[in-house]
């Protein structure tokens, strides 16, 4: 069966540099939850977009951004890199109606 | 503001031990409760809870909530080294999102 597909799968990048993250939802899926999540901690919640609008909003920081596009794919916008921005950032996806979320393998980011 | 409490915070048993996780919960407009299994990456679905006091199984695990005390106990019997993982309890809201504990660390040893 298919499912969440994340990339990439690891990204290395320096301070201040830009850096952008795809996730791709389960097909008919139309709700996509961004998530970060630091070492040893539980995931936090950053975004989250329904039939391309943004739906939900948490603790995502100002030089972050996303989007979800017309095939319900959705990128994470992320600018100004800091090294606490070193995390996992997980993509999850659900269909309205159904209340599992489903996620993908994460991105690795480090900022060095 | 949501809270969401797991405990306890780590767990080591040996193979064949039952054991009891436990979440409780303050979530505005609750609408569910979801566990999840993390190992290296992705957290991977176990369980969605809507009602209370209906209890879930899939083999060996075995999950239940109180919406009136705002609690969730999953259990796993017969515990195998493959269930080392991290446990995670995540109420959702009513936009679908979840709010993730802290999770439970379980090491399971040979």
């Known amino acids: 069966a298919a499912g969440v597909i994340q990339s990439p799968r690891h990204l290395i990048k320096e301070k201040r540099e830009t850096a952008t993250l795809k996730c791709y939802p389960i097909p008919r899926h139309d709700t996509v939850y961004w998530y970060q999540q630091g070492p040893g901690q539980d995931p936090q919640f950053l975004i989250s977009?329904?039939?391309?609008?943004?739906?939900d909003k948490g603790s995502i920081p100002d030089r972050f951004s996303a989007q979800q596009f017309s095939d319900y794919h959705s990128e994470l916008n992320m600018s100004s890199l800091e090294l606490g921005d070193s995390a996992l950032y997980f993509c999850a996806s659900r269909r309205t109606g159904e209340g599992k979320l489903f996620f993908g393998s994460g991105t690795q980011l480090s900022v060095l | 503001e949501d809270k969401v409490v797991q405990s306890p915070l780590s767990l080591v048993v040996h193979e064949g031990d039952t054991v009891t996780l436990n979440c409780s919960y303050e979530?505005?407009?609750?609408?569910?409760l979801l566990w999840y299994k993390q190992e290296k990456k992705a957290p991977t679905f176990l369980f969605m809870l809507t009602s209370s006091g209906i209890e879930k199984k899939s083999g060996r695990l075995s999950s239940i909530l109180d919406k009136k005390e705002l609690f969730s106990i999953l259990n796993i019997t017969a515990t195998q080294t493959g269930d080392s993982a991290v446990y995670l309890c995540a109420p959702t809201s009513n936009t679908g999102k979840l709010i993730f504990g802290q999770g439970t660390t379980l090491q399971v040893k040979p």
């Open positions: 979530v505005t407009n609750f609408r569910s």
């Open positions: 977009f329904y039939e391309k609008m943004q739906s």
